[in-house]
């Protein structure tokens, strides 16, 4: 069974840094590209960083490039995202995801992030 387990959310001051942790397992986690995704209330889900298999390459949305740094372990399957300078408007709930050609996309369940005095 395929599983992402997200973790490390929580309320943040503006300015302060979280590192979230995605726990994969149920295939082959170093074969595939992984992605940090968020949705705040009333908007739609939007990728947020993006890294792939190995690891060497990673894409970001304008709003978090320079900020947040998306990295991978594909000893431990996990994906992590690092997200540094926190505004406000980072938050939201985000969520893990794969997409596998066979498998389609899988989701973890998403971590709240609140950026708040």
């Known amino acids: 069974q395929v599983q992402l387990v997200e973790s490390g959310g929580g309320l943040v001051q503006p300015g302060g840094s979280l590192r979230l942790t995605c726990a994969a397992s149920?295939?082959?986690?170093?074969?595939?590209?992984m992605n940090w995704y968020r949705q705040a209330p009333g908007k739609e889900r939007a990728l947020v960083a993006r890294?792939?298999?190995?690891?060497?390459?990673?894409t970001y949305a304008d709003a978090v490039e320079g900020r947040f740094t998306i990295s991978r372990d594909n000893v431990k399957n996990t994906v992590y995202l690092h997200m540094n300078s926190l505004r406000p408007e980072d938050t939201a709930v985000y969520y893990c995801?794969?997409?596998?050609?066979?498998?389609?996309?899988?989701w973890g369940q998403g971590t709240q992030v609140t950026v708040s005095t």
């Open positions: 995801n794969v997409y596998r050609s066979g498998g389609g996309n899988t």
């Open positions: 890294i792939t298999s190995t690891g060497r390459g990673t």
């Open positions: 149920g295939f082959t986690f170093r074969m595939y590209a």
